[in-house]
């Protein structure tokens, strides 16, 4: 008995970990994730507790806590903007210049919708812009920008926002 369990942890030690000499392939991709981030998916919700599921499926239904419509999304963001860091641009932008100009007009807009809710069911691409909002407080927030976007505030909460 002792000899097998020894065997089997020889064995798995042996796959957990490379060899002596083996590189570890490192992959680098600049391109976030697609889609919003999965914990931004149910913000804003709350299960449905009357909701039935099977163990076959992978719906889930929750709901909104908060129906509210912030209006544009300069509502909702801290007003001490200090500087915006572009992690990635996507081909649909000619150069950074084109995403400042692109961004500023998104940030200082005063039409549009925002909540705290995901509205939309589709999946998403890549964002067209990834980046870190920085102010002048020290803290930062997080945008992924789409013909919509998702931000994350300086208290990582998530919100939502289309029509600018």
């Not at 392939?25 to 149910?42: F, H, L, N, S, T």
Request: with cysteine; net charge neutral; glycine share 8%.
């Amino acid at each position: 008995m002792r000899c097998s369990v020894l065997v089997l942890f020889v064995l798995i030690g042996g796959i957990a970990f490379p060899a002596a000499g083996n590189e570890i392939r490192v992959i680098y991709d600049q391109r976030p994730e697609a889609d919003i981030p999965r914990e931004a998916r149910g913000a804003g919700t709350k299960p449905d507790p009357d909701a039935t599921s099977g163990p076959l499926s992978n719906i889930t239904f929750g709901i909104v806590t908060d129906l509210k419509d912030y209006g544009p999304l300069r509502n909702v963001m801290p007003r001490d903007l200090h500087a915006v860091t572009v992690r990635h641009y996507d081909g649909s932008f000619k150069d950074i210049q084109e995403v400042q100009r692109y961004l500023t007009s998104v940030l200082r807009s005063e039409k549009g919708s925002t909540t705290t809710y995901c509205p939309w069911a589709e999946s998403l691409p890549v964002p067209a812009v990834e980046a870190t909002i920085q102010f002048a407080s020290g803290e930062k927030g997080r945008l992924l920008l789409w013909r919509r976007l998702a931000y994350q505030d300086p208290g990582l909460k998530w919100w939502f926002a289309h029509g600018w």
